[in-house]
């Protein structure tokens, strides 16, 4: 069984900032790609950036240069640093991970959590 664990939201002030941590557990789970992705009600779910095994980001433009994706591959961990924060980042961030089990694919996400930008 693989379980995405989610952690690090909470409220902020714009112009503040958070970091996200997700770890993902589970036997024979060899993690490839981890990403995080977004969804305020009514909308889609946004990709916001992503990090591949060997280190290749990717993020949303909404969040260039002010989003860091990085991860800890003998931890199984992602992390999201979130600077400058604005009101329209306010979402639910979940975390998602891409990888083997054995010789299957297999993609997983996290449970969600709250990031909300006010003042």
């Known amino acids: 069984q693989v379980q995405l664990v989610e952690s690090g939201g909470g409220s902020v002030q714009p112009g503040g900032f958070l970091r996200l941590s997700c770890s993902a557990s589970?036997?024979?789970?060899?993690?490839?790609?981890m990403c995080w992705y977004r969804q305020t009600p009514g909308n889609q779910r946004e990709l916001v950036a992503t990090?591949?095994?060997?280190?290749?980001?990717n993020y949303a433009d909404s969040v260039k240069g002010r989003f860091t994706i990085s991860r800890d591959n003998a931890k199984n961990t992602v992390y999201l640093q979130m600077n400058s924060l604005k009101p329209e980042d306010t979402a639910v961030y979940y975390c998602y991970a891409r990888g083997l089990i054995v010789t299957e694919w297999r993609t997983y996400w996290g449970q969600g959590t709250q990031v909300t930008v006010s003042s």
């Open positions: 990090i591949s095994s060997a280190g290749s980001t």
């Open positions: 589970g036997s024979f789970f060899s993690v490839k790609a």
